[in-house]
């Protein structure tokens, strides 16, 4: 085969529009976060998205492990598409501080000039994040719900809800190098795996004179709720279609598979069922989860207030003319019981 | 202790209307109101003001308008309320704003605390509190529920990994609450018209900062006008349980608000 029209293609300037365009190395990285030497499972997703978007730029991804024996964590990082895992593994980094953590990976992101860094939104990363850009003095395009690229222009658009019920989407694009992401978590959808021959590069963790300022307090918990509801992604409620006890344990278990928080009407607290902060409406709590889904609920007026910000609302209930049932997104007629116990197992499989 | 608290007006939601369907937002009435998660941080503030010696401060960067957030701030219960206005700033992002913001916190002289809420503008974004955090060579703690300062120390409980977590950190720090984490309270009509009548509100522009317009230039940009998620449309599913529930999480699978 004839390949010299290769040699038409000026070297030079195909090097220089790639520095241009990518900073160098131009990589794609992503945060990991791990939890008790285990790699947190929402990571995987940005892996999964990152390796697209990789294949698209021919460039590399890598995933970055900071903390504290956390070497196991890397394995998954690489059957999801990774193709090196940067290890910053030292005793100084066990306990989480802003100001170490920053060192360390505005030094790693200075020396080796990754295109893009993905990190989750999470409470770590979202105070993170921005510590990092500033420290290079880039920006963030922050609490994203979906990520393209432009192939052509090799900029990262990262798409994020606005207003008070997040029903806008701003689309933004940072243009300094490199370009910080932060992701919402649960947003994008798991990919498939695409394994990867092990790579780990351990990082020499030069901490200077940096020094972290916080103190946590052991383990010291205050009167701790699971999660706080409100802020709860996923709201699985039960009522009085429930019937007992035993049909209100679906929900919760509905609530559990779903990873959300379990809530009840008046009816639910009367009969039981919840504690006082977990009563959704007038007299309680006012939630605003992504999804919200009400088993056996009519949907009074008291209740209905308690759910107005929810984004898309889920109705399971025998009465087809019950109010909530005209409010809701999906509505779906049948015996609540029946269809959540349904929903468990189809949801377990 | 000096205690500032960085402030921002939104547009009141209460008169916008979204249609997702038609692809618009209808903005019914423009007004615009102290931003709900820095209300908080006020609340914060003000508390600490309860049980020991502190001056609050309020700073708020945005156009003229925003003096209405600060007058607000005043009758709550600030003891000064600074306002950082320039034409030259109107895109600023929030690389920006942190940029003026720890410029005049250097300019009243420095801070012990700076409280800061959750949100610029109406995106959850959190970036000024980490930001102004390393700009002030300060400590920093995140998602603040409540707050405490005993010998120059803060003491607060905050949420991380899902529960609430006691934390210190020696002053000067940063903190960053979290959006709804107290109820704020409610100025007296005496303070409000003593807000506007007795009290100073103090304009800086970019040169009384020492800032230039090069400072403002955002590098965060939006591309292309609002966008819109896909319009949900009213779904009804009957029959037989299981076979409902198949079809329930097929359609949630499609609206994306499921992802497995």
Known sequence: MDFSYLDLIPEDEAGAAEDETMGGAGNIWVLGEVKDGDLRPDVLPLVCKARDMADTLSVAVFGVLIGSGIRNAAGELFHYG????????????????????TRVLADLISAQQPGIVLALASELGSELVPRLAQKLDTGVVPYCTDLTMDSVSRRLVGTYPVGDAGDILYAAVCEARPQLVTVRPRALSQGFPSPREEAIEEVAVDLDDTQGRITWLGQATVEVPEAWLPEAAVVVAGGRGMEDAEGFALVRQLADVLGGEVAGTRAALEAG????????????????????IACGISGADHHLYGIQDARFIVAIDSNPDAPLM?????????????VVSALIQELSQ | MRVIVAIQQVLDPAGVLVRRDIERVFVNREEYIFAPG????????????????????????????????LREALALGCDAAYLLSDEACIKADVAAHARSYAAAIDKIGGADLVIAGPRVGHAIDGQIGPRLAVLLDAAQVTDVYSATVIDGVVRAARAWDGRYVTVEAPLPAVLVVAEGCNIPRLPTGAACMNAYREQQVTAWNLEDLGLSAQDCMPVVKQEGGDRFGRPFEKEVISGDAAEAAKSLLGSLRYQKVLHR
């Open chain 1, 273 to 292: 069922w919840i504690t006082e902060e977990r009563l959704i409406g007038v007299a309680g709590l006012t939630v605003r989860p992504y999804l919200y």
């Open chain 2, 38 to 69: 820095d209300l908080n941080a006020l609340e914060v503030a003000l508390q600490l003001k309860d049980s020991v010696a502190a001056e609050i401060i309020a700073v708020a960067a945005g156009s003229a308008r925003t003096e209405d957030a």
């Open chain 1, 82 to 101: 990774a193709d090196r895992v940067l290890l910053a593994d030292d005793p100084a980094l066990a306990e989480y501080q802003p100001e170490t953590y």
């Open chain 1, 326 to 338: 005209k409010h809701a997104h999906i509505a779906v007629v049948g015996d609540a019981r029946a």
